[in-house]
């Protein structure tokens, strides 16, 4: 089949705009051949070049005396945990081939960030998700569609996390109507290794072969990066070809080979082919290690019959790695490949000038220079929109509601219920290190080998960020490190997620900048680097464009076993006490979302100062093993959080906030930042309340665990009490009542 | 003593019984792999859970066929203890060396929490250490784990004591709301008629530390190896 020609037409169907159509020119000299039109139309895509937000990202602080491999520098950053061990853990989207094929594009969402982490020579060990949908209640068509996308995507992740045997151990799934039509897919891994093992994605040593190890390249995710630039419309279902399909069981052979092979002294760089295939990785590999990468077409192991070179250059099938090899030492890599059954073949050769050249026999296909094409893409400074921040929540619009009501009515909202039918699907035990299992505020999991505890959390409040995208950035960041701090771990790092609408949209490019910006701040307070993550833009459905999500997620580190602490009640006579202030914060809240249908106000202050405080007063009183129960006040504020401290047990508690001099749904339901609910033992109190004093947070006595299984909240005059048996029932049953199941 | 660990391409429980087992002092765990053809030295094997081959076209139908599952037949007919977890206690019933099989969860969701196990027979060299009538937890990690067999096999099976443990509540109490996936009888665990092969779907292994939520899943690893020991003493 003869190639198309070089058309304008076509070259915007590649995605290309003029401009960057004359870069190409300059590049080459020359007109680009069709297969090298697109190779640059997928490696300036956004989602491989970072084109429109990568001056943003710079903005980050990703420094730090434990930072081994630095953000953007390899598939994901590596932090040192201390005694030669290190992590390597990454969070990325798979927002778009989720929305046409919600089980296969989560799934391949779970493939791809596993092989990032583990050709960084690291094992992979454990994963979270974070999920977006439109809201799955009621029988609208849309709805439906909605209940349909979450099901697939769980069922997805599910699939692939169970197959390869790695344990989902938290996330976050939420629901409003903006991701209806563009569901959010982020899917995380961590991983670990020894300093030592770090692997490299360079095309080392000139003359080196390069091996292609993993499935057969088929036609499946053509040019999947570029679809994933485009905002979805009607005609993305005719996009379906665009999405992956996922093989959980190669990917798991191709794991255990890369790990086998480079704890030998064999591989010279290794590269996954992920976004943009056989393309990306050969010319990334080439950029990296300064050198030039010479390729086969024909020896390239292949599914289908009758594929073009075009095509398999730029599919994204799945789970394929590309190996550089040590020159000689060919024989001991077959033989792993070929003890684990897989597909190999070297394609290729390392060359000294900096081409990324593709043969197909004997024509030269595409011949670029490789850094041109991988770091030297085009680089936009969008327009931001001037922003007017929100004004605040006039209460006296919102009429006073029932907290008796209220409460059971929060906890049944799809966004704060119970996601146990999530997790449930996912294996949360496998590899036997979880210590916390899903549905407290951090996971933990105990690293054997290392003999190290890590806690993990991934949040962001989407509507804060909707109304403030810079304070709800801050947020996310706070409240990830408040998850960590309630399980009595150190934040290490973070990787971030940046889900937004078209970037050419000023408004939408505000949100971005404002983000990063807020999320810099955030892990600059905590002391933290970003060490990786991915952004995602073009999330916009024919119903708008999503709100802003720019996920976070953070690992801690535990120090001592006796340390995790988890969210739930211990023991009948047990002093509750709440870290922070009442509060009075309903702006962006979920009483205010849930129970009065808006989304407006300003959303909680984020005082970064005020926040560490209380984080470091508690970690204190958690190592001096004081605490009985941690957990932290979020959607729902403190009404919430004192429910879900009695799920789970036999107990119930008293709770007496005394005289705020405020509305009792306002003291109930706000959502205040750096607040915390702990349970200690009554002969302990008085050393924690000399403790906080001492620290210097803002704390009060607000009652006691009661064998009574009765949550009873008493502000001023008014007393509510709700059987927890009720409340738990309510918190439990929401997901799967809506869900059929 | 020395116990293989079976692994197939796809297991994935194999390190996770490994470490269970070398918690237990005197014992050597090792892992196989599936193109061995040979199980002589080892004193007792084990298929560990996973996904083996993907699962795909059904359970286990592939692995049996793997060139080491000759040789754990031959030391399964020698008397040898041989135990099934999960993925392979699918082996061993598409193997045959069980009865019965394991279908699709009737609720046809993969389920993975702790659930409770009531000991119907303690009689089995992989619970003598337990009581007839203990309730251990222990969690299910599983798809398809949805135990059938025809209505003489069963009848012949509970004749001749091979249920080993169901699914009950906390109270051990075997009732239709603790059977997590449609099993036949609340069946989780069966043993052969020798009582030396001994497949169950709940994860013992995953249920060996406190830290971990509980050391239930340790009474049966213990029993297999006291067992070994009375074999070879």
Redo the contacts between chains.
Sequence with gaps: MANPTITPELIEKHGLSPEEYEKVLSILGREPSFEELGVFSVMWSEHCSYKNSRPELRKFPTTGPSVLVKAGEENAGVIDIGDGWAVAFKIESHNHPSAVEPFQGAATGVGGIIRDIFTMGARPVFLMDSLRFGSIEGESDQARTNRRLFAGVV?GI?HYG????LPTIAGEVYFDESYSGNPLVNAFCLGILRHEQIARGAAEGVGNPVFYVGAETGRDGLAGAAFASRELTEESKADRPAVQVG????E??LLEACLELLATDCVAGIQDMGAAGLTCSTCETASRGGTGVEIDIQLVPQRAKGQTPYEVLLSESQERMLVIVKKGQEDTVKQIFE???LPYAEIGVVTDDGQMRVRNGNDVVVDVPARALADDGPLYFREAAPFTPPDPLDLASVPQADPLKILPTLLAHPSIASKRWV?????????????V?PGSDAAVF?V?EANKILAASTDCNAVYCKLDPSVGSRIAVAECARNLACSGAVPIGVTDNLNFGNPHKPENFHQLRAAVEGISEGCRAFNVPVTGGNVSLYNESPAGTIDPTPTISMVGLIED?SH?TTQAFKEAGDQVFLIGEIGSELGGSHYLLAIHGRKEGAPPEMDFGKEKAVHNALLGIIRKGLVRSAHDCSEGGLAVALAESCFGTAFGASIDLGETGQRVDVDLFNESQGRVVISLSPSNRSFVESELTSSGVPFRFIGTVTADPDLSITSGASVFNWPVANLNDTFEKAIPLLMG? | MRVAVIQF??S??D??CQ??LSSFEGVRAEIV?H?ETSLAGYDAVVLP???S????LRCGSIARFSPIMGAVREVANAGVLVLGICNGFQILCEAGLLPGTLLRNN?L?????NLHLRVENSGTPFTSVLHTGQVLEI?I?H?EGNYFADPETLNQMETNGQIVVRYCDASGNVTAEANPNGSLGNIAGICSHGRNVFGLMP?P??A??S???GTDGRGIFQSMIEAVAKLEG
């Design positions: 069922a599910a169970n197959c390869i045997g093989d959980p069981f190669r798991k052979l003890k684990w059954d997790w449930r699907q996912y294996d949360h035990m496998v590899r036997t290190g979880t210590a299992l105990i054997r076993a995790i199941a | 391409p796809g994935n429980c390190t996770d470490a269970a792999w193109k859970g996973g996904f081959y993907g699962d795909y609720r969701l993969f389920r993975c929490e969690p990690a798809g994860h292994e995953r060996c530390e830290i971990l939520g």
